[in-house]
């Protein structure tokens, strides 16, 4: 089995190049390929390439690996690694040219399933504005960027005026009005919120402390493999409902005091 840390390096390495790819096409202009669960949701050009290029690599350096992606599909593993890949989370950012998009990459061990498998390496890297998170398993979360500089990152618990919740929105028009009626639950313990439309920006913000808390419904694994682990690295926890791990029906992320308090507020 390799390290966690190993796996780390070439997370990362592979996302920068990656990002890299997705920002010189987004700057020759993006091309929409096509639908996919709803008409808002699209799949861009680039997505295709980017997630291509990011098959190759890791095929290149770990053959016998599984992969799980967004736009590709599955394949399966005969080392016990998976990498679960989403080529540009924040298409529709992407697609209207909002910096807030990403490359996310994260290494798995055992089933490739949310439910069961265990997270060794991740790296969500935003090239609009060079920024790298990332982590390994039980070696912390860090942040590398060409504004900040590099620094290890830690969750928040909100202050007296009450939390800078995120969360996002399905594109079926059915779901609109029961996301609604949940931020009027979750309301109560935010002095603000924030609708960023990358779950791996938004789960890397708490990770910052750039965001206390997040919650979406209807994530897809690649949404959150990385991103997860990096808060988790950086003290925080990341779980759905009833004591499950964040799944299709809720992903919640935030420092331990904060995550029960919006835990509670999800499941009245």
Same mark, same amino acid.
Request: net charge negative; hydrophobic share 45%.
């Given at each position: ?141 860090? +942040? ?7 620094? &290890?990152?830690?969750? #928040?618990? %909100?202050?007296?005026?009450? /939390? @800078? =919740? $995120? ?73 759905? +409902? ?7 029906? &809720?992903?919640?992320? #935030?420092? %331990?005091?904060?995550?029960? /308090? @919006? =835990? $509670?507020?999800?499941?009245?």
């Amino acid at each position: 089995m390799p390290s966690a840390l190993d796996l780390q390096s070439l997370a990362i390495e592979v996302a920068k190049e990656a990002g890299a790819l997705a920002a010189r096409r987004r700057r020759e202009g993006v091309q929409i390929a096509a639908t996919k669960s709803a008409l808002a949701d699209i799949v861009t050009d680039a997505d295709r390439e980017v997630e291509q290029l990011v098959r190759e690599r890791l095929a290149a350096a770990r053959p016998d690996d599984g992969f799980l992606g967004e736009e590709g599909g599955a394949a399966a593993s005969a080392s016990g690694i998976t990498w679960v890949v989403d080529p540009i989370d924040g298409t529709v950012n992407y697609a209207y040219g909002i910096p807030a998009y990403a490359v996310s990459i994260a290494a798995v061990s055992g089933e490739p399933d949310p439910q069961k498998w265990e997270a060794l390496a991740g790296a969500v890297y935003n090239p609009a504005v060079d920024e790298l998170f990332t982590a390994a398993r039980g070696e912390g979360a860090r +942040l590398v960027s060409s504004i900040e500089g590099e620094r &290890m990152l830690r969750v #928040a618990e %909100p202050s007296d005026a009450g /939390a @800078l =919740l $995120a969360t996002g929105f399905g594109y079926d028009p059915a779901t609109h009005a029961p996301a609604l009626e949940r931020l009027g639950r979750v309301m109560p313990l935010a002095r603000d919120l924030r609708r960023i439309g990358a779950a791996s920006l938004d789960l890397t913000g708490v990770a910052a402390g750039r965001i206390d808390g997040y919650y979406e419904k209807g994530l897809w694994p690649w949404d959150h493999a990385a991103g997860a682990l990096i808060v988790v690295e950086a003290g925080g926890v990341v779980a759905g +409902l009833g004591g499950k791990r964040a799944d299709r029906e &809720m992903t919640i992320a #935030a420092a %331990p005091g904060l995550f029960a /308090a @919006l =835990l $509670a507020r999800l499941e009245e």
